[in-house]
Nanobody, 127 residues
Framework: RIQLVESGGGSVQAGESLRLSCTVS????????IGWFRQAPGKEREGVAH??????????FYADSVKGRFTFSQDNAKNTVYLQMNSLKPEDTAMYYC??????????????????WGQGTQVTVSS
């Protein structure tokens, strides 16, 4: 059974940085798509970034709202992916979730159709 555990959230001032971590346990070699979503109170869940894991190289997607500020990375030895968030804004405030599929990233995944989810980690950015 695949499990995802996020960490790294917190409260920061606008302009500061945070790094979120998502550690995957279980049958990790079956994961071909992993990403981050966020949901603010009263708003719909939003895809932030995801990565398709191909043997010939990975493809990373970023939402327009975070391009140039957030960076997705991975440490295969630790079965962990990271979301480095720089230049944070108050509108980045949300619960952030790690999600994964045993399939390549699809439009369904981008809409939140992931099979596996973490418990979430809160990010609060004050102005």
């Amino acid at each position: 059974r695949i499990q995802l555990v996020e960490s790294g959230g917190g409260s920061v001032q606008a302009g500061e940085s945070l790094r979120l971590s998502c550690t995957v346990s279980g049958y990790t070699t079956s994961i071909y798509c992993i990403g981050w979503f966020r949901q603010a109170p009263g708003k719909e869940r939003e895809g932030v970034a995801h990565i398709s894991l191909f043997s010939g190289g990975n493809i990373t997607f970023y939402a327009d709202s975070v391009k140039g500020r957030f960076t997705f990375s991975q440490d295969n030895a630790k079965n962990t992916v990271y979301l480095q968030m720089n230049s944070l804004k108050p509108e980045d405030t949300a619960m952030y979730y790690c999600a994964a599929n045993e399939d390549y990233c699809t439009s369904d995944f981008e809409r939140g159709g992931a099979a596996y989810w973490g418990q979430g980690t809160q990010v609060t950015v004050s102005s």
